[in-house]
């Protein structure tokens, strides 16, 4: 019989996250699966490496792993091979292939990824910058962003935002309400991106509501009623037009998806500054 469930261990000598996306996008793939995923980061030592394959076999399962100490690896397979449980490198093939191609050897570092690089801070930037200027805040400074999102309440602005910020991108965002004026200098920026996202008046609404509910105040407002939510849709899909923003419909998209196309547009629009 097919299995519904399962557990799923992640093994990693740094934070557990190359590993734990990893995994997610291979989940993704399988409805109506349930993991419990066993997280196992900064597994560095023979000791905590011993304490990890005793867990394992109380909890057996499938094991991904980015571990790069050949000795405790090897403790980790051995382990898993005795318990006829799956156990995969999730980047192990990937650095061979590289260093064949290369023909230079890696050189085996935990959390090498993560060492304080000036990717790093300046990554550490741009999380600062789009806190500081999210829900259009501190609006006189959005000259200095890479990219600014417009677009109704409820439309994945911030964590859009974050997620680019992550990536690097000094990103702010600006809400869109009827009746109320943007920032002056929204309409005359040169260096960012501004991008304008909108939605279908039906999701928007029910998004919206849930909001309310979670914050248990009454849906009796303009907020989410359906006219007004579709005359905001409208006027601010016109906002976009008339000063030719891109657009994205954020309706069937993930915010990793909107992330994605953000960053083609950006790309064009330098490309665009580069050539004028």
Known sequence: MPMRSFHFHLVSDSTGETVSSVARA????????????????????????EKVIAAIRETPGPVLYTVVDKEIRNMLKAACHEMRLPCVAVIGRLVAYLSAYLGVESHASP??????????????EAINYALAHDDGQAHWELA???IVLVGPSRTSKSPTCVYLAYKGFKTANVPYVLGCPLPPSLEGLKKPLVVGLTISP???QQIR???LQSLKQEDDTNYVDSEYIQREIEESRKLFHKNRWPVIDVTRRSVEETAATITQYLNKHR???EEA
């Open 271 to 273: 490309g665009r500054q």
């Open 209 to 211: 509501r849930t909001r």
């Open 202 to 204: 039906d999701q928007l």
């Open 26 to 49: 291979a989940l993704a793939q399988f409805e109506e699966i349930e993991a419990e995923e066993h997280v196992w980061s900064l597994v560095r030592t023979r000791t905590q490496m």
């Open 111 to 124: 959390g090498r990824q993560h060492e304080l690089t000036e990717e790093y801070f300046t990554r550490m």
């Open 144 to 146: 200095q962003a890479d």
